[in-house]
Every structure is written in structure tokens, then in C-alpha cells.
């Protein structure tokens, strides 16, 4: 829904630090439509009554209307200081303030759960951060600029006409307030409008930023026509909104047009009968005249400022949800301090699901000893992936618990309890950046030494060595530029520096061919050692020599021992096994 106050809420949030800055603008527009204006309007008016002035000598007027041709000029002077005095208050609160916002828009994105990222497009996100940006500055400055100013033009301009014709004064009052409000009722109806453009361009971001991640997809499966035609729809889709808009405005300016130049035509003829009762002098038409023009020109600028203003509030909307969403997995307010040191990791009569309705573990039991080594296996989909995700608190239990080392994982903080755990995903994903930092980003301060080591162990060492730039080389936008297998052989070296007493492996093999396998099984049971592991695997040989082994179908354990044992139970997994070993792939 949208609402002012939740926007302006986050406005003044990052206004604040600022509120000196921000004030003195409005001091400052004040002084140069006094200046400029105001000021100059009257001394027009002194300078024509003057020259009309019969009573005195042609060379009098002379010299007295060049008179008020001096303050003119100090006037003209001062406000154009001012002007730029103002522009440059700013620029630099504005500047400090649109850093702020993308910092604070960058730290909420990031507490952000796993859940929140698997709904929401990356790329409409990026899009959302930068609008938001952009209406910050947009809203500062209508709200300086254009609504500010024209409220004082049209307030100092009826004071000061008062003074010369109560008439014209009431007259320009009213139009005003009369122009202001057919402006608002139009705005109301643009909101509308707007937050459908809004929507519709976040939905084509959304498509456009999902293709260009998917563009192997795309060229593998030949889908360009069919991208194609559905990016089309939602242009499409945008195209009709903004023309919608845009014609909307197209109105909107065809009315002030007409309720300009009409009242335009009747200042004029009211001036002029003034004039011939005697009411009004030629100085006071001028002076009212200047006063019309200047509000005229910024009175147009009210509604596209408006209407600029709402668009502004309706983009900064869309993040501003996203700031008052749920965040699902939370830290405590007053968080345990860590005990979790030792590894030894139960889940008790645990049941989650990612929708409701739908279970993926039930009642699930498993305790895991201190320096235990697990294998997990099971079909695909059985849920596997999800024990790991809740150990790692992506997303938090539906009911049950989860403790290590006897402390339930909620009661410590996200971060304390991924500290001590070292995690190679299904997917490993690479930040942009060199392999080096890639590596060392499991542990601060990690030297040259202990990186090359973790590689070497990881059997990343020689084909790093091998690439143009060593371990400075780039991997490109999520590690794209290395194969799945180096890939994960970096995302091994990066687990095997990190020090945790507890160890997970997701399929964290699957794109190694046996041989690269075999060779990194020596290097893992040297870093398995003193560490609890749960190891999942397709490959069963992976994981023939765990202590236990937990098969896993549809959320249960449906069988649990040892690879011997197991084999003799002649069930679940003697299946898998055999079909393994007999020649057939998995599955
Ligand atoms: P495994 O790792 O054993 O192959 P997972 O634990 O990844 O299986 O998945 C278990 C079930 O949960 C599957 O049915 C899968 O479709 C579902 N699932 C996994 N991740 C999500 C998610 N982010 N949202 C909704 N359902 C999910
Ligand atoms: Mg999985």
C-alpha cells in the first residue's frame, strides 16, 4: 500500500544527520525570491511611476529613476549569490546523503535471508536500489526547488500587491489556491498511473536481468524467439503503461494551459479598468505584471513537480518495502555468546517446509557425535540439501530444534553459528574478483602461504598456476570463467581455510571426475579429521568410509549404519549400491 508517512519516515531518516543543510535551503530561497522577485517587482514599479510622474521636470525623473536603478542592481547582485550559495549547500549534503542511502539500502539488502533472494530477482533489485537514489534527489529537490518557492512567491506576492490593490491581491490569491487544487485532484489520480509504470518497469528489469543470467540456457536450448516474445509482453506490457501515463499528462496540461491563459487574459483586462478608475498606477500594473510572470513560470512546474514528486514516492516505495519486509531469520535481540566448539550437532523432532502444507522433514531425529563423519544419501529432492540449509540457519525450523554442542542455533547469532561451520555448497558461486581473494575469504587475514596451501591441498593449486594471471586471475561474474570441477575445487580450498569445527560437504564432489576425486578424498580425510562432517553425496564411494551412513527418503531416515552394515540390511541402500557398482550411473 502506499503511504506518505512510511515514505517520509525513511526521507527524514536520512534527511536528519543533515537538518541544518537541508533547513538553510529553505532560508536561503527565501532571501532570493525576496531578492530577486519581490524586491525587483517593486522597484520597477517605483522606476515607471516615476517616469509618468507630470508634476515634475523631465531631468528630475531622470535622475530619480536611475536612483532606483542602484538597489536594483544590488538586489539583482545578492540574489544571484545566493543562487549559488544554495546549489552548492546542496550539492553537498545531497551528495553525502545519496552515498548514506546506498550504504543503508546495501546493509539491508544483506541481512536479508536466503528465503528473500529466492523470491526476488537480483536484477530488479539492483533497479530498485538506484530509484530509490534517484527519488531522494528528486523529492529533495521539488520540495526545495518547486514547492518551496512557490509557495513563497505567491504569499510575498499577495503581501506586497495588498499594499498597492486589495483587489488584485484577493484576485491572485484565489486563482492560486484555485489552480493548486485542480493540480492536486489531478496528482491523486496520477499515483495510480504511476504505480503501474513503476510495477511494469521492475517486471521488464526483472526479465531482462533473469535472460541475461540465463543466456547459456538460452543459446543452448535455442530459445531466443521465445525469450524474445515473452521480454516483448512485458515491454509491451510498459509501453502501454507509460503511454497511459504520459497521455494522462498530456490532459492534465491541455486544462493548465486553458485555466492559465484565461486568467492571464482576465488579469489583464481587470488592470486595465483598474487603471481608468484611477485605482491602480501604471508602476503597480508592471509590478503586479512581473509578479504574474514569475508565478506563472513556476506555477506550471507545480504540477509536473508534482506529479514528479509522486513518481518519485511511488519508486522510493517499492524499496521501501523491501526495507519493512520481514527479515525471516533473525538474530536474538540478546544473543547466547557461542559455545559451539566441539561439533556435536542434534536435530530434535524437527519439521519444516518450504510452503505450508508441504513438509520436506517431519519429525526429524538425528544426532551426530562430536568428530562423527556423515554421509547422507537419498533420492534427489529428499531433502538432503534442506537438512544443511536449516543447520546453517538459511531458514529457521517450522517447529523442533537444532543444537550444537547442546546451544540451540537461534539463540546464538547467524554469524557465530556459521563460524563454526565450513560449508561447500551444491552450487558454488564465485564473488568477481581474484582466486586469491576467492580462497581467502574464509578467513581474515589469511596469508599467500596458507592460500596456496589450502589450493594445493584442494588440487586447485596447478590449474590456477596454469591461468594467465595466476592466482590474481579473475573468475568473471559468479565464477563463470572456471569449469564447474575448478569451480568447486575453489570453493573446497576456501571450506579447508576456514577453521570451524564442523564440516558440511553438499555434493560437494559432483563436478569431479573420479580420478580429481580420489585425489581430493585424501585431502578431505586429512581436513575431516577432529571435524564433525556430514558429507552428501551421489557417488557413494564418496562417502563408503563415513562412520555412518543416514539414507535418507521423502524427510526420513529410512535406513542408517555403516557401509558394511548397510550392505548386509540388503535394503535401501545395498539397492543404490548395487546399481552404482554394477555399472549403471545413479538413479
Ligand atoms: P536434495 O538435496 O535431497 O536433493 P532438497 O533438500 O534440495 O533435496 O529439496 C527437498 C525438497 O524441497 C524438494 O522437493 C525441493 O523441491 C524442495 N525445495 C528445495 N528448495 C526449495 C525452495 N527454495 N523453495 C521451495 N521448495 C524447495
Ligand atoms: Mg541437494
Partial sequence: MFSFSRIFKYIWLFIKPYKTAFFSLFFLALGRILFSG??????YKNIIDTLNNTLISIQDRYHLALLFVIPMAVAFVISMFMTRYMEWVNFRYLSKVLKNIYDYSFQRLMTHSYGFYNNTFAGSLVAKVKRLVKSFETVNNIMVNT???????????????????????????????FYSII??????????????????????????????????????????????????????FLKDRRYAAWKFSLNRHALQAFLMTSFHIFILMTMIS????????????????????????????????????????????????????????????????????????????????????????????????????????????????????LLLRFTDVNSGEILIDGQNISNVTQDDLRRAISYVPQESILFHRSIKENIGYSKDGATDEEIIEAAKKAHAHNFIESMSHGYD??????????????????????????????????????????????????????????????????????????DRI??????????????????????????????????????
Fill in 38 to 43: 519581490i524586491l525587483t517587482g517593486y522597484l
Fill in 147 to 177: 514547492f518551496w518557492s512557490i509557495i513563497l512567491m505567491v504569499i510575498s506576492s499577495t503581501v506586497a500587491l495588498y499594499f498597492q490593490s486589495k483587489t488584485l491581491a484577493l484576485y491572485f490569491l484565489v486563482w492560486c489556491i
Fill in 183 to 236: 493540480t492536486l485532484f489531478f496528482v491523486k489520480q496520477k499515483i495510480k498511473i504511476d504505480m503501474q509504470r513503476a510495477e511494469a518497469d521492475s517486471r521488464m528489469t526483472g526479465v531482462l536481468a533473469d535472460s541475461i543470467t540465463n543466456i547459456s540456457n538460452i543459446k543452448v536450448f535455442s530459445a531466443f524467439t521465445k525469450e524474445f516474445y515473452a521480454f516483448k509482453e512485458v515491454s509491451t
Fill in 274 to 389: 483598474l487603471w481608468s478608475r484611477g485605482e491602480i498606477t501604471v508602476g503597480v500594473f508592471v509590478m503586479a505584471y512581473v509578479y504574474f510572470i514569475g508565478i506563472i513560470d513556476r506555477i506550471w512546474d507545480l504540477s509536473s513537480g508534482l506529479t514528479n514528486f509522486m513518481e518519485a514516492l511511488t519508486d522510493a516505495q517499492e524499496m521501501v518495502d523491501i526495507f519493512e519486509q520481514n527479515i525471516e531469520v533473525k538474530d536474538l535481540v540478546v544473543p547466547e555468546n557461542s559455545r559451539m566448539k566441539e561439533g556435536v550437532i542434534e536435530f530434535k523432532n524437527v519439521s519444516f517446509g518450504y510452503i505450508e502444507e508441504v513438509d520436506v522433514l517431519s519429525n526429524f531425529n538425528l544426532k551426530i557425535e562430536k568428530g562423527e563423519k556423515i554421509g547422507l544419501v537419498g533420492h534427489s529432492g529428499s531433502g538432503k540439501s534442506t537438512i544443511t540449509k
Fill in 473 to 546: 586471475s579473475l573468475v568473471g561474474e559468479r565464477g563463470i570463467k572456471l569449469s564447474g570441477g575448478e569451480r568447486q575445487r575453489v570453493a573446497i580450498a576456501r571450506a579447508m581455510l576456514k577453521p570451524a569445527p564442523i564440516l558440511v560437504l553438499d555434493e560437494a564432489t559432483s563436478s569431479l571426475d573420479s580420478v580429481s576425486e580420489a585425489f581430493i578424498q585424501d585431502a578431505f580425510n586429512e581436513l575431516m579429521k577432529n571435524k564433525t562432517t556430514i558429507v552428501i553425496a551421489h557417488r557413494l564411494s564418496t562417502i563408503q568410509k563415513m
Fill in 550 to 587: 543416514i539414507v535418507l527418503d521423502k524427510g526420513k531416515i529410512v535406513e542408517e549404519g555403516n557401509h558394511k552394515e548397510l550392505l548386509e540390511k540388503n535394503g535401501f541402500y545395498a539397492n543404490l549400491w548395487n546399481r552404482q557398482t554394477g555399472g549403471f550411473l545413479e538413479e
